[in-house]
Every structure is written in C-alpha cells, then in structure tokens.
T-cell receptor, first 114, second 114 residues
Framework: NAGVTQTPKFRVLKTGQSMTLLCAQDMNHEYMYWYRQDPGMGLRLIHYSVGEGTTAKGEVPDGYNVSRLKKQNFLLGLESAAPSQTSVYFC?????????????FGPGTRLLVL | GENVEQHPSTLSVQEGDSAVIKCTYSDSASNYFPWYKQELGKGPQLIIDIRSNVGEKKDQRIAVTLNKTAKHFSLHITETQPEDSAVYFCAASIVARGNEKLTFGTGTRLTIIP
C-alpha cells in the first residue's frame, strides 16, 4: 500500500512549455485534490475531483487543467508554463464514506519554470 | 469564502517546553479543523483534528482546543522533542456531502532547541 504517489519529483521547464503531473492513489479514495504550496501562503487548492470523470475548480485554477479518467489517477496539466507557476505541487486524496474529511498527501512535485 | 489566519509564523522553544500555535477562521459554518505537520521535503501529514461538536481533543503530547464563539482554535504540544521540529499547518472546512475542501493557514515553522 503506497498511499499517494506523485510523478515526477522535480522538473525544470522553460516558459511556454507544457507538462503533466501525475498523482496516483491505491486507497480506493473517491476524492482527489491538487494544491500548490508557495512560501508564506500555505497550501492553495487548484482543482479537485469528487469522483471518476468529474473535476471542479478550486481557489487558484487559472493556467491549469485536470483530468480524472480513472478513479486512482488525477492528472494536473500546464499547457503553457509561466514563471508564476514555479511552486511545489501536492496531490491529496480522501474517502467520503469513513472519516471522509481526512486528506492524505503525496510527497510533492517541485516545479521550476525559467 | 473561508479565510484562516495562523500565528506565529515562526516559533522556537527549548526542548521539553510547550509550544502553542493559534489559528482563527472567518466562516462560522466551518465544522472541521485538522492540523498537519510537514517535515522537510515531505508532504503534510495529519496529526490531530477536531470537529465543532467538541471543545478539546488530546492525543498523547498533542492537544487541540476550539472556541466556536471566538472562531479560533489552537494546537498545543507539550514536552517538546527535537523530532517535533517541522512546519505546522492548521485548516478549516465545512464538511458536507460533495464539499470537503480545506482552507489552510500559512504555516508555523517550529524549531525545538536542544
């Protein structure tokens, strides 16, 4: 049981390039989330999903897209990276049926956009 | 939307002393308040949480108190140890079907001085 895993761990992009961050969970959780963490700003919700095939916007969705084609995977895409998207990205998942409030986090992806 | 403020941003205490971190929230409808610990290079991990129907909860050296009237909650760590050094985040949410979004505070970097 690996919990929540994220790929890649670190990436450097040039402005305008695109990439996809992958989050996978093996806990059969219904809900999944993408956050970004910036110094002095805590964690801010980008997008989230309450089930396979569904996604919704969070607090800071601009410049990002997401997809939840499979229950265990949640993908975060950057179509045209900007320096303002330099951040550490965390994925989380939760199970709404028991202790549904508890979110379990992955180890993070550090992204640098030059 | 919900706004969570967290103080202090940094805290240093002697090993064996107690540490207290405070958070305030703005939305009186919030009913779930978790605390996360984030060690260097890792994702946040839940250490304790409290729901609005209780005023205090303890788990060994860690306790959380909630004052719904004043809309603030606090994390108390007693008999601090070097392994308590980390960044701590408070969060708040309204737990309801289809809405499990957390709003995080900006974090407190706790340093335990040996």
């Amino acid at each position: 049981n690996a919990g929540v895993t994220q790929t890649p761990k670190f990436r450097v992009l040039k402005t305008g390039q695109s990439m996809t961050l992958l989050c996978a969970q093996d806990m059969n959780h219904e809900y999944m989330y993408w956050y970004r963490q910036d110094p002095g700003m805590g964690l801010r919700l980008i997008h989230y999903s309450v089930g396979e095939g569904t996604t919704a916007k969070g607090e800071v969705p601009d410049g990002y897209n997401v997809s939840r084609l499979k229950k265990q995977n949640f993908l975060l895409g950057l179509e045209s990276a900007a320096p303002s998207q330099t951040s550490v990205y965390f994925c989380a998942s939760s199970r709404p049926r028991t202790r549904r409030e508890t979110q379990y986090f992955g180890p993070g992806t550090r992204l640098l956009v030059l | 939307g919900e706004n969570v403020e967290q103080h202090p941003s940094t805290l240093s205490v002697q090993e064996g002393d107690s540490a207290v971190i405070k958070c305030t929230y703005s939305d009186s409808a919030s009913n779930y308040f978790p605390w996360y610990k984030q060690e260097l290079g890792k994702g946040p991990q839940l250490i304790i949480d409290i729901r609005s129907n209780v005023g205090e909860k303890k788990d060994q050296r860690i306790a959380v108190t909630l004052n719904k009237t004043a809309k603030h909650f606090s994390l108390h760590i007693t008999e601090t140890q070097p392994e308590d050094s980390a960044v701590y985040f408070c969060a708040a949410s309204i737990v309801a079907r289809g809405n499990e979004k957390l709003t995080f505070g900006t974090g407190t970097r706790l340093t335990i001085i040996p």
